[in-house]
């Protein structure tokens, strides 16, 4: 059981280049999420999506692009990279939480993304 | 103004001593209060999850909430190396899976041998 996993670890861009930062769960989770973490701002939420086939936005969202085709896959595509796009990137997953569930969210290891 | 308030740090402690980290908060429907662990260049891991007000305490760990001051704290006992790290507090209206976490930016913690 891998949990949540991202790729790549690390990714230098330049403006204006395009590309997907890929997250995958195998815990079976309905709600996966992405965020970035800026000093000083916290986690910020870009998309979420609350199973295959449904996304929506979050509080950050624009110049950034989600799809969920499968349970397992979340990936989050940069359309045209900007500087202020510079950060580390979290995929997260959990069970729909409801009721008195105690789970939360499942962090992946992050993605630190510099754009040039 | 932030929804959540969280004192950055850095905080130093010697070994063994009492930690308390704190966060304020001014959104009333937030219900569910979480603390997550955040060790450098890895992403952050659940600590502690309470509902509404009161305490928990899990080990050497303990969660208090305060909603009528929306107020927040996370204790540490017997604070040992391994527990330096960044804390983030957090916190949700209802624990539904579309439910946005809104999270304080974090207090970065170093405990002293």
């Known amino acids: 059981n891998a949990g949540v996993t991202q790729t790549p670890k690390f990714q230098v861009l330049k403006t204006g280049q395009s590309m997907t930062l890929q997250c995958a769960q195998d815990m079976n989770h309905e709600y996966m999420s992405w965020y970035r973490q800026d000093p000083g701002m916290g986690l910020r939420l870009i998309h979420y999506?609350?199973?295959?086939?449904?996304?929506d936005q979050g509080e950050v969202p624009n110049g950034y692009n989600v799809s969920r085709s499968t349970t397992e896959d979340f990936p989050l595509r940069l359309l045209s990279a900007a500087p202020s796009q510079t950060s580390v990137y979290f995929c997260?997953?959990?069970?729909?939480?409801?009721?008195?569930?105690?789970?939360?969210?499942?962090f992946g290891p992050g993605t630190r993304l510099l754009v040039l | 103004q932030k929804e959540v308030e969280q004192d950055p740090g850095p905080l130093s402690v010697p070994e063994g001593a009492i930690v308390s980290l704190n966060c304020t908060y001014s959104?009333?429907?937030?219900?569910?209060f979480m603390w997550y662990r955040q060790y450098s260049r890895k992403g952050p891991e659940l600590l502690m999850y309470?509902?509404?007000?009161g305490n928990k305490e899990d080990g050497r760990f303990t969660a208090q909430v305060d909603k009528s001051s929306k107020y927040i704290s996370l204790f540490i006992r017997d604070s040992q190396p391994s527990d330096s790290a960044t804390y983030l507090c957090?916190?949700?209206?209802?624990?539904?899976?579309?439910?946005?976490?809104?999270f304080g930016t974090g207090t970065r913690l170093t405990i002293i041998p």
């Open positions: 957090a916190m949700s209206r209802s624990n539904f899976g579309n439910e946005k976490l809104t």
């Open positions: 309470t509902y509404s007000s």
């Open positions: 997260a997953s959990s069970r729909d939480l409801g009721q008195e569930n105690q789970e939360t969210q499942y």
């Open positions: 959104n009333s429907a937030f219900q569910y």
């Open positions: 999506s609350v199973g295959a086939g449904i996304t």
